[in-house]
């Protein structure tokens, strides 16, 4: 199991990213201050950085600069509200692997992390399939038998994250933290809508309704 390491000091993000991460199956774990993220990324016991720009004692650009003088090649993704071009070109010239934005869609984060991960082991697949249905996550294309079904963005997000999951029952919150992010309404029907979607494009049978629970794709 990859493990990775979350810094940022605003708990409903750091919350939620753990949260999301775990349910995605990763071992996590939270630092508060850059002190605390760089002693514990110096460990080697993670596999990936989350790494806030704005932490407390020591910001995001320190802990990169000491990170990598260290002679790390943890992959770190830079989370920031500060978006302007010259914060994002010091952070990948830095030696940050990615720059994301806050705010920011849970799913594009996993991509990121998924792909980041998936480039430090060498390992690059691009197709996902469960029975006739293909997804080509590079491409964004969906095919059932070899025909291919146009998808919207959030509907390949969402068939991704139920082929990622075949078998595995998935609830309207879980779907809707991963596909949609931090900011998603509990109470939305979102999830549900897209289900719908999905069921008119890939088949009605390949997507089953637990009552009381959520999704599971069969």
Do not use: C
Request: charged content about 25%.
């Amino acid at each position: 199991m990859a493990s990775i390491l979350i810094a940022d000091d605003e708990a409903r993000i750091s919350g939620f990213i753990d949260k999301g991460l775990r349910a995605a199956g990763y071992a996590t774990r939270v630092a508060t201050t850059g002190p605390d993220a760089l002693d514990l990324a110096l460990t080697g016991e993670f596999d990936l950085l989350v790494l806030d720009v704005n932490l407390p004692g020591l910001d995001g650009f320190g802990v990169l600069e000491s990170l990598r003088g260290s002679g790390s090649t943890m992959p770190v993704i830079m989370l920031t509200a500060r978006i302007e071009l010259h914060d994002t070109i010091a952070g990948l010239e830095g030696g940050a692997d990615d720059y994301l934005g806050k705010p920011f869609r849970f799913d594009e984060l996993v991509a990121r992390i998924r792909l980041r991960m998936r480039r430090d082991t060498g390992q690059t697949p691009s197709q996902l399939a469960h029975r006739d249905l293909a997804l080509d996550v590079r491409t964004r294309r969906a095919h059932i038998a070899g025909v291919e079904v146009e998808l919207s963005a959030r509907e390949f997000a969402l068939a991704e994250e139920l082929v990622r999951n075949a078998g595995q029952v998935l609830s309207r919150e879980q779907l809707l933290s991963r596909v949609w992010g931090y900011d998603f309404d509990p109470g939305s029907n979102v999830a549900d809508v897209y289900v719908g979607y999905l069921r008119q494009k890939l088949g009605h049978d390949r997507i089953e309704t637990v009552r009381g629970v959520g999704y599971r794709l069969t």
